[in-house]
């Protein structure tokens, strides 16, 4: 390529200033003597243009091919429906058809989901992948995607580019869906009272109305017909402290587009207005505050702490409701409102014929509707007055068999201890001895029922666990944790171990023995199986689109298994395994994905026709067929697109190679022409004056 170019020997605004004296010059010259003056105007512009340096410059350009790129949309919504295999087979058409271009280079770019709650974000995918290409060498754009996109520029300036953009829009006219909304959503709840749900469904295509089913962690609760784009509301007790998962499912239609978006989650995180706890301490002993410190040192706990002070060797006659600073509530607290606590501890606790039989009786009954009882025995219950020999027997797991083993000992944590989640990691445990200090006495007990945990001396058992009916019971068979506390040999975890065997005891969920959790990592999904047998079997993990894929899991600590599994898709999963079931969301609670899921032609089309380029369909109702159009090299016009087609613009892009500089002002040749204008203008003006 041969072009005149510049390199000015003085400069740039000299250059320009000496141009305004010669062009003055000459018109002065012009007016005063004539069109004689015209040659002397040359000589100065002649000096003018080789000041300037003038030079032909012939470059070695290699001409290189257009660059179009084509933006393939593999989010979320592009899973749904028969779009992925339709965008592969528009794919797979298009690098055909670009391929026999010849001038052509097509770059394909793969758009995922954005971060976060981003949604798709082509726009942006298109710019990462034109970073190392010059704007001028873009001949075209093609968005392979179903016009779902959430980074639009608001104009064809944000853009950065002048090619024409063109749309495939995947997906067909005529989807079905329908969608559960959440209007209003609880996050906490008291336990034991309603939270009220509001919730819509939307739909395209419907019936005008669906069966909607409640769930409670996984319990049904509710099946009820409700109108399609009407708000309803719905009341859900929360049943426990903890989460409660409660599910909204709604009925899909036939043929509808995706199901992933007919079920919606709250988790209502369950909370108790005051844990309510009533101690009754029996004969003093040292370690008769441990208890009531521990319990008030929580502000959640609301403690009720009654002590019987008459030992039974105690025989002086004195009347029992005579023994206290206040009388004893033994018909408030066990018949009228025993069931507004949530435990019931009784400490060192003899049999005095304070309490009668019914309410014994009473006990029993509230434990197996619910509630909990904790038995901190001490040499009592080895005794005739042990709370074994009342009606609380049936639930006591343990009966005692008359010894009790006054010698130092470590207490140890035993196999089924390893896995249950109130022993298990007790910090000193990990070594052999542990690392904590001895208790001195331990009461001999033949377990009937329930989980031994802890052992004593003589490999005695020490701490009994055990579940009735809707409740549970725990059987601490030495009054010697007193002994951690004061710090005897280092001490040792006795508020770890206490405090988890409370909260136990009041159906914390994160000391369940059985139990699934999951959580979201990112794209990843880790599984928490806590069970108390051997072996867990695989969990079962069920995507929003409705895709099962088992996932085996490993066990990592003794009682808990674990797996991590990465998900392709965003929105709720559900987590199986045996009767458990958990829920876990990927991305944000309601991804802008699932919200609009319909294919469209509009939200690309403003900014497409700005640019020349189209937007339209591969796709039609009713017909299975996929059409791509052809692509054509548009060198002119306006528009690039027709009816069958869309085009590209070509560019004259170049690499060069190499430049060759021939001056025009310096040598010879600018010499012969600076004095031969001289020369003339002096031999014209000679004889003029001749």
Do not use: C
Not at 337 to 355: G, T, V
Not at 516 to 544: F, K, N, Y
């Amino acid at each position: 390529m041969l072009s005149i170019g510049f390199s000015p020997l003085i400069p740039t605004y000299v250059l320009w200033a000496l141009g305004a004296v010669v062009t003055l010059l000459a018109i002065l010259a012009l007016v005063s003597r004539g069109p004689v003056a015209i040659l002397r105007a040359i000589a100065l512009g002649l000096v003018l243009l080789a000041l300037a340096n003038p030079a032909l410059v012939q470059e070695d350009r290699e001409k290189v091919k257009d660059i179009v790129a084509v933006v393939i949309d593999r989010s979320t919504s592009q899973t749904l429906g028969d779009r992925s295999p339709m965008t592969d087979q528009v794919r797979a058409e298009l690098e055909r058809r670009f391929g026999s271009l010849a001038d052509v280079d097509p770059r394909f770019i793969e758009a995922d989901d954005g971060n976060g709650d981003d949604g798709t974000r082509l726009f942006a995918a298109l710019s990462n992948g034109l970073s190392d290409v010059p704007p001028d060498r873009l001949a075209g754009v093609v968005f392979v995607t179903d016009g779902v996109v959430h980074d639009i520029p608001p104009s064809v300036e944000g853009l950065g580019f002048r090619a024409p953009l063109h749309a495939l829009i995947t997906g067909r006219p005529d989807e079905r869906d329908r969608q559960i909304k959440l209007l209003e959503a609880p996050r906490f709840g008291i336990v034991g009272k309603d939270q009220t749900i509001r919730a819509q469904i939307m739909e395209r295509g419907g019936t005008g109305s669906a069966l909607v089913t409640v769930r409670r962690d996984g319990q049904v609760l509710t099946r009820q017909q409700v109108r399609a784009d009407t708000p309803f509301s719905l009341d859900v007790r929360i049943e426990h402290g903890g989460t409660n998962v409660v599910e909204l499912e709604v009925e899909g239609l036939a043929n509808e587009l995706t199901q992933a978006n007919n079920r919606a989650v709250v988790p209502i995180e369950g909370i108790r207005e005051k844990l309510r706890v009533l101690l009754v301490s029996g004969e003093p002993h040292a370690g008769e505050r441990t208890w009531r410190n521990l319990l008030k040192s929580d502000a959640n706990v609301d403690l009720v702490h009654f002590t019987i002070l008459r030992p039974p060797e105690k025989q002086d006659g004195t009347p029992i409701n005579e023994l206290s600073l206040i009388a004893f509530p033994t018909r408030e607290l066990f018949q009228q409102k025993i069931k507004e606590f949530d435990l019931i501890i009784f400490d060192r606790y003899a049999n005095q014929s304070i309490l009668p039989s019914s309410y014994f009786e009473n006990i029993v009954r509230y434990v197996r509707e619910g509630g909990a009882i904790l038995v901190a025995a001490g040499p009592e219950f080895a005794s005739y007055g042990s709370l074994a020999q009342t009606r609380l027997a049936p639930i006591i797991p343990g009966q005692p068999n008359g010894s009790i083993v006054e010698q130092p000992y470590k207490a140890r944590i035993t196999d089924t201890g390893d896995r249950h989640p109130v022993t298990r990691d007790l910090p000193g445990s990990e070594q052999s001895p542990p690392a904590w200090g001895e208790w001195l006495r331990i009461i001999g007990s033949q377990v009937q029922s329930g989980d031994t945990l802890m052992s004593g001396a003589n490999d005695l058992p020490l701490l009994v666990l055990r579940r009735e009916d809707k409740g549970r019971v725990a059987l601490l068979l030495s009054d010697h944790a007193w002994l951690w506390a004061r710090g005897y040999q280092d001490g040792g975890p006795h508020l770890d171990l206490l405090r988890r065997l409370a909260h136990w005891l009041m159906k914390e969920p994160a000391l369940e023995e059985e139990a699934l959790r999951a959580s979201a990592q990112g794209r990843d999904i880790r599984i928490e199986r806590q069970t108390m047998a051997e072996t867990a079997d695989p969990a079962t993990l069920v995507a929003p689109s409705g895709a099962e894929s088992s996932v085996p899991l490993t066990e990592t600590r003794p009682g808990l298994f674990t797996a991590q599994v990465a998900s392709r898709e965003l929105g709720l999963h559900t987590v199986r395994s045996g009767n458990l079931i958990t829920f876990v969301s990927i991305g944000p609670a309601n991804p802008r994905e699932l919200m609009d899921v319909f294919s469209n032609t509009e939200a690309l089309s403003s900014i497409a026709d700005a640019t020349g380029g189209s937007v339209r369909r591969v796709a039609m109702a009713g017909d299975q067929s996929i059409t791509v159009p052809r692509v054509l090299a548009v060198h002119s016009g306006t528009r690039f697109s027709g009816g069958d087609w869309i085009g590209i613009k070509p560019s004259d892009s170049a690499i060069v190679r190499g430049v060759s500089v021939f001056p025009m002002a310096l040598g010879f040749v600018g010499l012969v022409l600076l004095i031969g204008s001289t020369l003339a203008a002096w031999l014209i003006e000679g004889r003029r004056r001749a």
